[in-house]
């Protein structure tokens, strides 16, 4: 394993009509378990398995600080559906504030558990203007699953 492991953004697009038991348990592993669901993740060799096996159902690719920003601002929930606040970062973690603790997330040097209480899972609307492409075909043949890159960060931001 690397010293330097990428950090992604991984969204659940596709819901569970005709999914294969094995897919639905690794996405039951990887906490996207409805749709338009979004975690942060580093890219560690075993999780890139769990990544390529469910590729037909999610979108990925790695996250800008700019993202990961508006990302917890405006999405980070704690218990009760309560907005994340900066104060509750800066009493409940080494960060002074939300955007500080979301660079360090987007570079590798922070993860979710540090603040408790912060839920995983980011819930997102859907992408306004929709979906550019079939939602059951691959980005590269036209579709919207599988691997952007820094497409990522565009179609997330037209998400949260």
Request: glycine letters at 10%; aromatic letters at 4%; zero cysteines.
């Amino acid at each position: 394993m690397s010293g330097k492991e990428s950090v992604i953004l991984a969204i659940r697009l596709r819901g569970l009509p005709r999914v294969a038991p094995e897919i639905e348990d690794t996405l039951g592993k990887l906490k996207l378990g409805r749709v338009h669901q979004a975690r942060v993740l580093k890219l560690t060799p075993s999780l890139r398995g769990m990544i390529v096996r469910a590729k037909d159902y999610i979108t990925w690719g790695p996250i800008s600080e700019e993202t990961a920003v508006l990302l917890v601002s405006k999405r980070g929930r704690l218990p009760g559906n309560k907005h994340l606040t900066d104060e509750y970062v800066k009493k409940n973690s080494g960060y002074r504030s939300m955007e500080a603790f979301a660079k360090a997330l987007a570079s590798g040097a922070a993860s979710i558990p540090e603040i408790e209480g912060l839920k995983p899972v980011f819930r997102l609307t859907p992408p306004k203007k929709g979906f550019k492409g079939r939602i059951q075909l691959p980005v590269r043949m036209g579709g919207v699953t599988g691997d952007r890159g820094q497409a990522i960060n565009e179609f997330a931001q037209r998400m949260i």
